[in-house]
């Protein structure tokens, strides 16, 4: 919480909007708002784009990287039977370190105890995305194997900014 009340979010498309939402869920209740951050079975309800458009959720689990306080955290997403994503979705996995806390390794270390777990579900690949300029991004993909696969521009509903995705083969 602590992590919010500083300005971090763990969403960089909409992390003003994200800050506030999770800090008023875990106003409201705040074993609940943990309980949210697993949904393997996507029970949850639509997911709304920045754009407003709603589609349907997806499989997926937020977890934290914590070292005494909150470091940080990585979510996974992925569709039951494939390693294709919807169109909308950017990637499977997306991570975020609170600024005080880069440049610790914690971010490698987090994407690298996950992608066992991607294997286990049957995903033959995961795909990340990275801004051209996120080097230290890059450099977190690219040392769990991660290959530049394409440079696209992505969807308006996330701003239509070029992008970089990578793919891991698990």
Do not use: C
């Amino acid at each position: 919480m602590q992590a919010l009340e500083r300005g971090w979010s763990p969403d960089n498309v909409r992390p003003a909007e994200t800050i506030r939402a999770q800090l008023d869920a875990i106003d409201r209740d705040a074993a609940a708002f943990v309980e949210s951050l697993d949904d393997p079975e996507a029970k949850g309800g639509p997911i709304t784009l920045p754009d407003g458009k709603h589609v349907p959720r997806l499989p997926g689990y937020r977890r934290w990287i914590w070292d005494g306080e909150l470091a940080g955290s990585i979510g996974f997403r992925w569709q039951q039977g494939t390693s294709a994503l919807p169109a909308h979705v950017l990637g499977h996995i997306g991570y975020a370190v609170v600024p005080w806390r880069r440049q610790l390794g914690y971010a490698t270390q987090a994407l690298a105890l996950l992608l066992p777990e991607a294997r286990a579900l049957g995903l033959d690949y995961v795909e990340i995305t990275a801004k051209p300029d996120n080097l230290p991004s890059q450099k977190v993909i690219t040392a769990n194997g991660g290959v530049l696969v394409e440079r696209f521009f992505e969807d308006a509903a996330y701003g239509g900014e070029e992008s970089l995705r990578f793919r891991i083969v698990l």
